[in-house]
């Protein structure tokens, strides 16, 4: 495999789409400081699954993304793809990576809101796949392949516990550590397992014994029930059998009295028909008065209209005149306007002219002065030119002056910070044997510790228990609110029935006539009846229904054509006749009627609530009637008031202004409360509903509070589960202690190690110091040549300000003598265009004034014709007004007769009335008999339905299917009863029958039995044997997870040995790896690597020997940074000699390497080509100069990189094969470096230059 090209989009400094093309060799990316070099090695390493933002240098993942510059706005997105070519199929395979490609391309992506995409060949995947794919081929992120100069500290100067992690690559045991570890996970999510089933098993083995004991009450529970339904639903049957027969009976008397109801209705129809002529005729009467009313008021009203007419026309003729003196008014002022408006255009047109000759003299100006600015603004720009040049020199000899101070500036730094290193080492030592001694007092504590976290479990435990206590208060309480409930829900029940009854009866109509029954049944056109739109108190309810008596029946139609529709059908069906009232006929003129308290006992109309639309039905029915506690009040009030008013008692009597008494016997009515009564039955309907709105509000309230119980107990429950949650997490806390004892153990060898390596740095820090001094001198030799030249620069770059400020001047006064005829043209073309626009509505003035002069001598013209008309209507306005006085007189006279006539008539009305209430009286009597039986029939009926509802709420069966049988009851002086059921015939061969009242004493007494049973869990049957069969499924899950546990830890130790194996046989492959070629490069020395614990395989640290020629070192801290990288440099081939990685990126790795030390790093390098593919950044040019590939990278936009590519071509080559030489070719030979170890090192060969796509 190898590493065939990177793309990068949106990637740090990359904003641009940029792409890197590699080949089998070396490739190196140069380019100056902070260009973007090392963010190629950061996109491969971020490519290769990189999470943590501080090893790309950043402080969040976003930091990646392109972040904007003066020029650019930032992007919303990261992308990077890496191609990696010649997959080797069989190595992954062996790695247990399955891929058929022979070309793999890796691509990541993230967006700014923090969420991140990763393919592999563009198809979507996981981060953990692209992990799993580069393990153990040695090129993950945290593998060997990626090797900065900041990444040779942290070998060197590591823990060997994670150096370790490099070895492990090159073993290939990643994958198995992997493994390994998502083994342990599983083997822990099964300890847990088992620790929850364990809890199951014994919660449920609890609950067996609890459910096996209520089982058997439910047993007992359920025979009894049995028992009980055979009974009670015989009983129910004989009940519902009875009732039927009742039932029928009284349907046949109900039969009987709606038979004798009709005839007398029939007789009453006949005299209403009677006295409904009687008022026709009256109405007549009214009518006639009320259209001679209506003539003499609309002769009045014409009479009035005439005398407007003449004061309108009156009014007209002095408006006339004044409009005409203002016409002639107008005429004369417009004429005077025309005159000034003519002078005013001629003087404008004047001056038009000579500011148009004025403005193109400005424009001459104007041009001259133009043409001397861009003559200054020319000489301006050739000395700015001038000027930048210069200062471009003078910019660059300022940044070589910089960076020389800058690396001063760098060895004074890092003077200070090696000060600030030996006290940070001298406090560190310090720190580390308080810290020895923290450790030997934490072991100590660890006792105390675990006694007390003993007393905290036998704590939670009673925690425990005492909310177990509680769970049980709680259920018991929910039970006492269930009963309670039920007890509510049964009387709400009672109340619906008796409400259901009484609405049943209203919806029937029941007391009102056939024919006001039939015209609300049968007919569209009916609004209902009086009755319905009028509310009156309880205790007037008898005095109201006595006042109106057979008006309560009215029934309410819209117009006078839907009363004529509904008596032709109550003609047509022969249902009898009924009153109705149409509420489209309400008089205009009607006035209602004012009750006073002048008058004894309280109005009628002050008792009653009417709607708006009968409110004039009520007020002409019982505009007149007062209501009295009696009949004697009623008499003495009667008198009082000579017979003025109707008087009601609270009785039913009723006294008329004609003084005829209405009274006698009521049917059971007398207080309001009978069914019968139509208003009384409204308002107890009223009353029923608040009642159930009342027990509806009380049952919510129960609901409430045993919602609350449930909340409490379900809370309570979640309490009680995290408690034994914590009295496990604390059990295993105390077993954990022993791990943590081990580890106090280990941490406290490691600082005594860590002790000795302070000492070690100290020593180095102080020659690093040594080394600084000198170089520092020679720098600042450097810097006063530097600082005499840009002082030459600056003066040069003053001169030219000199000179490009005079110009300013001179192109600044231009400018100002420009603007200046630029404002006076301007000024000018704005008076020209004023006058210009002054003439055109001056011009349109002269023309609307001479308008105004036509119109109004037109005016005056139609002033004149009329005037005349005005007064010819005048004086036909007199004359209607005389006769239509005439008019009025006769109809008087008319209006005077036709009242005489209406008296009589309501005479004869009055008398026919009387006759009729006693009819009425009759039939009401027979009606109230019929409403008993009716209501008896339908109490009958709901009692039937309460016993169907019941049987099917208690027992769901159907009553109707249940068969009548014969039931004997024998009591014996010692157990229960003895029920035996028989045929009937049986029965009546033995001379027997049924006693249903003993048959009611058992289903009573077995009543009893259940409810003393208390509260029983019907579903514990089930539950008992549900937990039964949970019980041995939790057992079997059991066994399952113990042989799952067995069998991890059976993988967990065969990963461990294969560990051990691949680890110590690699280990000794780079181990001899790195003695030898550690004396190859340093020529000499000595080096090793060792094992911290040889005991231990799977997790020793690895420690690194190294002793350069002449040294006896004791830590490698001690190393100068080229002897480190060194170091580096002979472990990195030494694991790539036991296991080489496709490819390697080494970013600066050389950069504290010196001129032999470089040699000698291009020599091992130069070695391994035919092993890997290497990408070097660097500032070497020994490095750059054995690169096959040669990418470099600028800025020449400020923040964004680009990349540059080099090809190389050996200086013999023919012009025409470099023209058509593949791009990116290695080099067919490779320079000797090892021959020119010791002098300048040399390339012929020649640099084409071309931009990457």
């Known amino acids: 495999m190898y590493l065939k090209n990177l793309t990068v989009l949106g990637f740090k400094s990359f904003a641009d789409k940029t792409s890197l093309n590699f080949q089998p060799g070396i490739t190196a990316v140069v380019g100056p400081n902070g260009c973007g070099k090392s963010n190629v090695a950061d996109a491969i390493r971020w490519v290769l699954g990189e999470q943590s933002a501080r090893a790309l240098r950043g402080g969040e993942m976003a930091d990646v993304i392109f972040n904007g510059t003066d020029g650019r706005r930032p992007l919303g997105m990261a992308e990077v793809s890496l191609t990696i070519g010649d997959v080797d199929a069989e190595h992954l395979k062996a790695a247990g990576i399955e891929m058929t490609f022979n070309e793999v391309t890796i691509t990541r992506r993230i967006f700014r809101d923090g969420g991140s995409e990763y393919y592999i060949n563009k198809v979507a995947c996981r981060l953990r796949d692209i992990q799993q794919f580069f393990m153990g081929t040695g090129m993950g992120k945290t593998s060997y392949s990626i090797m900065a100069q900041g990444h040779i500290t942290q070998i060197i100067q590591s823990k060997p516990e994670d150096r370790r992690m490099v070895f492990e690559e090159a073993a290939g045991i990643t994958k198995f550590k992997a493994q390994k570890k998502e083994s342990l996970r599983k083997l822990e999510h099964t300890d847990q397992n ?27 529970y359920k025979q009894v029930a049995l028992e009980l339904q055979h009974l009670d639903t015989q009983l129910a049957r004989h009940q519902f059998d009875t009732l039927q027969a009742e039932i029928s009976q009284r349907t046949l008397e109900g039969e009987q009295l709606r ?50 007419r003449i004061q309108f026309n009156e009014e007209r003729l002095r408006e006339l005149e004044a409009q005409n003196t203002k016409a002639f008014r107008d005429i004369t002022e417009s004429e005077e306007r025309i005159g000034y408006a003519r002078q005013e255009h001629i003087a404008v047109t004047q001056r038009l002219a000579e500011s148009q000759q ?26 700015q030119e001038e000027l930048r040049r210069a200062q471009t020199e003078a910019f660059n000899s300022s940044q070589q002056l910089s960076r020389v101070r800058n690396e001063i500036n760098a060895l004074d730094l890092q003077k200070q910070g090696n000060v600030v290193r030996l006290e940070k080492l001298s406090s560190e030592k310090i720190q580390l044997e308080e810290e020895r001694a923290r450790l030997d007092s934490r072991l100590s504590e660890f006792a105390a510790n675990v006694e007390t976290e003993k007393l905290s479990v036998v704590a939670q435990r009673g925690t425990v228990e005492e909310r177990q206590q509680r769970l049980r208060d709680i259920q018991g309480e929910i039970n006492s609110v269930s009963q309670e409930l039920d007890t509510v829900l049964r009387a709400q029940a009672g109340v619906k029935s008796r409400l259901n009854v009484l609405e049943q009866l209203q919806g029937s109509h029941e007391g009102f006539s056939a024919g006001a029954q039939a015209a609300l049944k049968q007919s569209k056109l009916a609004l209902g009846t009086l009755a319905d739109r009028i509310r ?31 008596f032709a059908d109550l003609i047509a069906n022969k249902k009898g006749r009924a009153n109705i009232g149409c509420l489209g006929l309400k008089n205009p003129d009607f006035k209602p009627a004012v009750a006073t308290d002048d008058a004894p006992g309280v109005s009628a109309l002050k008792v009653i609530e009417a709607d708006e639309s009968v409110a004039y039905l009520i007020n002409g029915l019982l505009g007149n009637t007062r209501i009295v506690a009696d009949l004697a009040a009623a008499t003495a009030a009667w008198q009082q008031t000579n017979g003025a008013y109707n008087f009601a008692t609270l009785t039913g009597d009723l006294l008329n202004r004609q003084g005829i008494f209405t009274g006698g016997y009521l049917n059971g009515s007398a207080n309001g409360k009978a069914p019968s009564s139509i208003l009384g039955r409204k308002n107890q309907i009223t009353g029923l509903k608040a009642e159930i709105d009342q027990a509806q509000a009380q049952s919510d309230e129960i609901s409430r509070k045993k919602g609350a119980l449930q909340s409490e107990q379900t809370a309570l429950q979640a309490s009680l589960q995290q408690a034994q949650t914590d009295l496990r997490a604390q059990e295993v806390a105390i077993a954990t202690r022993e791990g943590e004892f081990k580890a106090l153990k280990l941490s406290l060898q490691n600082l005594h190690l860590r002790i000795d390596t302070v000492v070690y740095e100290i020593q180095s820090l102080a020659a690093q110091e040594q080394e600084g001094s000198a170089k520092r001198d020679a720098l600042a030799t450097k810097i006063y040549d530097l600082e005499a030249s840009e002082k030459a620069v600056t003066a040069r770059v003053a001169e030219l300000g000199g000179n490009i400020d005079s110009l300013r001047q001179q192109r600044d006064a231009a400018l100002s003598a420009q603007n200046d005829t630029k404002v006076a043209t301007a000024t000018e073309e704005q008076l020209v265009r004023s006058f210009a626009g002054q003439k055109a509505p001056l011009e349109a003035r002269i023309r609307e004034l001479e308008q105004l002069i036509q119109t109004r001598q037109n005016e005056i013209g139609a002033f004149a014709q009329r005037k005349t008309q005005a007064e010819g209507e005048i004086a036909d306005s007199r004359h209607q007004i005389e006769r239509l006085q005439h008019e009025r007189e006769q109809v008087g006279q008319r209006v005077t007769e036709l009242g005489t006539q209406k008296t009589a008539q309501e005479g004869d009305i009055e008398l026919r009335e009387e006759g009729l209430r006693e009819q009425r009286k009759q039939l009401g009597e027979l009606q109230g008999r019929r409403g008993a039986i009716d209501i008896e029939l339908t109490q009958k009926t709901m009692q039937v339905q309460n016993l169907r509802q019941r049987i099917q709420e208690k027992y769901s069966l159907n009553l109707d299917d249940i068969r009548s049988e014969c039931i004997t009851i024998t009591y014996a002086d010692e157990g229960a009863p003895k029920v035996e059921t028989i045929s009937p015939e049986e029965m009546a061969n033995r001379g027997m029958a049924t006693d249903w009242e003993k048959v009611a004493e058992q289903v009573a007494t077995l009543q009893q039995k259940l409810d003393e049973m208390g509260p029983v869990n019907h579903a514990s049957i089930e539950e008992y044997e549900e937990a039964e069969t949970r019980h041995a499924f939790l057992t079997q899950q059991h066994g399952d997870l113990v042989a799952a546990k067995a069998q991890l830890l059976e993988i967990i130790n065969k990963i461990n040995t294969q560990t051990q194996v691949m680890f110590a046989e690699t280990f000794a492959k780079i181990r001899d790896n790195f003695r030898v070629l550690f004396t190859e490069i340093f020529g000499g020395g000595k080096a090793d690597l060792v094992l911290v614990d040889e005991n231990d395989l799977l997790e020793s640290g690895v420690e690194i020997v190294a002793k350069p020629p002449g040294k006896q070192l004791q830590s490698i801290s001690l190393l100068s940074g080229g002897e480190q990288t060194m170091t580096a440099v002979a472990l990195l081939f030494s694991i790539y000699q036991v296991k080489p990685s496709p490819f390697c990126v080494l970013d ?11 040699n000698r790093f291009i020599r091992v390098l130069q070695r391994f080509l035919v092993h890997s ?35 190389f071509h050996k200086q013999d080559e023919p012009a025409a094969d470099r023209a058509s030489a593949t791009p990116l070719v290695p080099p067919a030979a490779v320079p000797d470096v090892e021959a020119e170890e010791n002098a300048p090192h040399k390339r012929e060969e020649t640099l084409e230059i071309v931009m990457a796509k």
């Open 194 to 220: 088992l620790l929850r089933v364990e809890d199951l098993i014994r919660e449920v083995k609890r609950q067996i014994g609890s459910l096996q004991r209520q089982a058997g009450k439910a047993r007992r």
């Open 259 to 308: 038979a004798a109801m009709e005839d007398l209705s029939q007789s009453v129809l006949r005299s209403e028909d009677e006295l409904q002529q009687l008022r026709h005729r009256l109405s007549e009467i009214d009518a006639e008065i009320n259209m001679a009313r209506q003539e003499g008021l609309e002769l009045k009203g014409q009479s009035e209209h005439h005398e407007h």
């Open 358 to 383: 004025k403005l193109e003299a400005l424009r001459g100006e104007l041009s001259a002065k133009q043409q001397a600015v861009q003559t200054v603004e020319r000489e301006l720009i050739a000395r």
């Open 536 to 566: 009156v108190p309880d205790q007037y309810v008898v005095a109201v229904e006595a006042a109106l008596g057979h008006h309560l029946q009215l029934v309410l139609t819209e117009q006078p054509e839907a009363a004529q529709q509904i």
């Open 1148 to 1158: 600066e790795l050389d950069a504290p390497l010196d001129e032999s030390n470089i």
């Open 1173 to 1207: 593919q290497f990408v070097i950044i660097t500032h070497n040019k020994r490095t750059i100069g054995i690169a096959d590939i040669l990418y470099g990278v600028t800025m020449q936009e400020h923040g964004v990189s680009k990349i540059v590519s080099v090809k």
